[in-house]
């Protein structure tokens, strides 16, 4: 018999959260840090999924079992720090295994930050978009960096609350992201190996793509395709992209693109709309326009040079 998928809860409010989890009220109604010894208790109670309608970032130690993240699992074998934003589902934790629980988690309410560049900025960190087998892997020098804010943090909410405590917490949450965005810069340099051979799967995803004409049905490749095709968030392939080479995923699908017609001028006598519609466009001038953009040439101007 098929497994009755369980409803997602809906928590609005930190004190929603605290309630559900039989916890005292947090300190300040929208910022909350909870520790290991408590995360223990909310994972024992952990009933179904959850909508997060905050952002999170937790730090956990070790991880040796499965966690589900949105519509997919991923296995862990090591710590990381992972970060969620508003929206998000976050699977029940009976899906984790004994020693998965965090270390430190601190829940933001957007409303916190109302008033802050940080509001605005916090946006721009695409890590918040990232799926937890993306997490972040700190070395210990860098665990402690992160910790030490999460203990001013702390600090902050158990006995300092007062007209200052709210700019000191939302510098310190701007430090941690600083870091974070620095230590995820770091960790595409020293996975570079991993992220090479991600890159050569990129390529015989979209080489694979065009040859067997999948754009003639499916129109361009997208991001989102790519994305899935090697089992990424668009935002962290990007990411990581842009790191290697300084080029981003579209960036990287328009270099494809623009090969392939390269190819098709040369070697065929297709007309300009023929390749265009071969490659997946819609419409010959949009073809023509990216072209002439990544080339200065008209592919007409292109075949002549080339003959």
Do not use: W
């Amino acid at each position: 018999m098929k497994k009755e998928e369980q409803p997602i809860l809906n928590m609005e409010s930190l004190s929603d959260v605290h309630r559900a989890f039989g916890l005292p009220a947090p300190a300040h109604p929208l910022i909350s840090l909870i520790d290991g010894a408590t995360n223990q208790v909310i994972a024992s109670r952990m009933p179904q999924p959850h909508v997060l309608h905050y952002y999170k970032i937790s730090y956990k130690p070790r991880l040796s079992g499965r966690m589900r993240y949105g519509q997919g699992h991923y296995d862990f074998d090591e710590g990381g720090l992972l970060f969620a934003s508003p929206h998000q589902i976050i699977g029940g934790a009976e899906e984790l295994a004994e020693g998965a629980c965090s270390q430190e988690t601190l829940l933001i309410h957007p409303d916190f930050l109302l008033g802050y560049p940080l509001a605005k900025k916090i946006k721009q960190y695409g890590f918040f978009s990232y799926s937890a087998n993306e997490a972040l892997h700190l070395s210990e020098k860098e665990k402690e960096t992160m910790m030490s804010i999460f203990r001013i943090i702390g600090e902050e909410l158990q006995s300092r609350i007062d007209d200052f405590s709210q700019d000191v917490i939302i510098s310190q949450i701007e430090l941690l992201l600083n870091y974070a965005n620095r230590f995820y810069k770091r960790q595409f340099i020293t996975r570079k190996a991993v992220s090479n051979d991600l890159l050569q799967k990129m390529e015989d995803v979209l080489e694979e793509y065009f040859d067997s004409e999948k754009s003639l049905s499916k129109g361009i490749p997208t991001v989102q395709y790519l994305a899935e095709s090697l089992y990424l968030t668009p935002t962290y392939l990007s990411d990581m992209l842009r790191s290697l080479t300084g080029q981003n995923a579209q960036q990287h699908i328009h270099h494809k693109l623009i090969e392939k017609a390269k190819e098709k001028l040369s070697t065929t006598s297709l007309s300009v709309s023929q390749v265009a519609y071969e490659l997946g466009f819609e419409h010959p001038q949009s073809f023509s326009k990216l072209f002439r953009t990544k080339t200065k040439l008209s592919p007409l101007e292109f075949r002549r040079s080339f003959n």
